[in-house]
């Protein structure tokens, strides 16, 4: 059984439908936002320590990409919940589509930032060739797990179910 597209349901009609969605979504970032806000404190933290002054300005840049994105994603993350506080409870389909926007935008927020941060960090301890090795890994692994992989599960020959179960999908997609 497939969620049904969010430009067919109603805020009034579909209000239950739309509101397990929501709640699906806001326990999902429950979930992610701990850990994106550890990165970011770290992150925050960096510049104050003996070693930092050691980095060249290819490091400073990697740096302050991981540090911006890392920001970026903690506000894409937080914001399906300020949008739960904020925004017109009668909004029901607009605040589940900007949800899972920003989800999603945050979640490609957060692996700009560690793959910048593991280029940092890879490229200061084993050398710039190292860097790039470990950091083309570690973009395939995020590509091939958050993204090829999620569009093509129950697809023929994937050997994954060709429907999630009921309730599996509690965010829902617009």
């Known amino acids: 059984m497939r ?3 969010l430009r067919e349901l109603d805020d009034l009609a579909d209000r239950d439908e739309l509101r397990r ?11 992610v936002l701990p850990g994106v806000q550890v990165l970011l404190a770290f992150l925050l933290t960096a510049p104050f320590t003996d070693r ?12 302050t990409v991981a540090l911006a994105a890392s920001l970026g994603a903690v506000v894409c993350l937080l914001t399906p919940t300020v949008f739960h506080r ?4 009668t909004e029901r389909t607009a605040r ?11 979640v490609s927020l957060l692996a700009v930032s560690l793959l910048a941060a ?8 084993y050398g710039t060739a190292a860097g790039w090795v470990f950091t083309g890994a570690g973009a ?3 590509i ?4 090829v992989l999620p569009l093509t599960a129950g697809r023929a020959g994937t050997g994954g179910a060709a429907t999630p179960p009921p309730g599996s999908e509690p965010g829902g997609r617009p």
């Open 3 to 5: 969620d049904a597209d």
């Open 86 to 89: 904020v925004a017109l409870r």
């Open 52 to 63: 930092f002054e050691q980095l060249d300005d290819a490091g400073r840049a990697a740096y």
């Open 144 to 147: 091939s797990l958050w993204l």
């Open 21 to 31: 969605r929501y709640y699906g979504l806001l326990q999902e970032l429950r979930v």
């Open 96 to 106: 589940l589509a900007w949800g899972v926007r920003l989800t999603l935008v945050g």
């Open 118 to 125: 593991l280029w940092c960090v890879v490229r200061y301890v």
């Open 140 to 142: 395939v692994l995020v």
